[in-house]
């Protein structure tokens, strides 16, 4: 079955101690995107990845960091998530950058 | 700058028709992408808009007109299942999607 993985789906944390929530994909996609969604403003950008060590900063990059070592996982890490980075975060993958986004359940993060 | 405007919630009667409007300014155009999220869900593909005029696919059609920054999203023999958010997506000439913030559906029977 075609998929997009996110673990965890639920995470709550403290200030400051580092995290990283992974994303894996099994249909050979080039393009994989993180998003976070708060309430009210939708659909933020945080990083994308047009392919394999090609990373780019979307709309909110601030205090996050991800790498593409590798097609099918595209990990979102947190080195010192504050209690600003409470959210849902989603990430998502098409086969190239104009074609439908499928995305994974989505993660729920709670940063106390 | 870029900026998406959709209204922020619309109810409608089971049955009856809908359409859910959004004007765009982006830098750089490449196409404009709707997507469903129920609640508590992520988002689903719906359709996709890269040249102007309108595109049918069942109950679900998308309009683009690109000289006017702006898009809509009809919604025929309305369903109750069909409540749920409406993102208006426009992509940019770097392939980066900008969201708008969605318009809640509700949908009465």
């Known amino acids: 079955e075609a998929q997009v993985t996110q673990n965890p789906r639920y995470l709550i944390t403290v200030t400051g101690k580092k995290l990283t929530v992974t994303c894996s994909q099994n249909m050979n996609h080039e393009y994989m995107s993180w998003y976070r969604q708060d309430p009210g403003l939708g659909l933020r950008q945080i990083y994308y990845?047009?392919?394999?060590?090609?990373?780019d900063k979307g709309d909110v990059p601030e205090g996050y960091k991800v790498s593409r070592k590798e097609k099918r996982n595209f990990p979102l890490i947190l080195e010192s998530p504050s209690p600003n980075q409470t959210s849902l975060y989603f990430c998502?993958?098409?086969?190239?950058?104009?074609?439908?986004?499928?995305f994974g359940d989505g993660t729920r993060l709670s940063i106390l | 700058g870029q900026n998406i405007d959709q209204p922020t919630e619309m109810t409608a009667t089971e049955g009856a028709i809908v359409q859910i409007n959004c004007t765009y300014q982006?830098?750089?155009?490449?196409?404009l992408f709707w997507y469903q999220q129920h609640a508590g869900e992520a988002p689903t593909f719906l359709s996709y808009?890269?040249l102007d005029g309108l595109e049918e696919k069942g109950r679900f059609s998308s309009f683009l007109s690109r000289s006017k920054g702006y898009s809509y999203l009809l919604l025929k023999e309305l369903q109750m299942k069909d409540s749920a958010s409406y993102l208006c997506a426009p992509l940019k000439s770097n392939y980066q999607l900008i969201w708008g913030a969605g318009t809640k559906l509700i949908i009465k029977p």
């Open positions: 998502a993958s098409s086969s190239q950058g104009a074609q439908p986004q499928h």
């Open positions: 982006t830098s750089g155009f490449n196409g």
């Open positions: 990845s047009m392919n394999v060590e090609v990373t």
């Open positions: 808009n890269v």
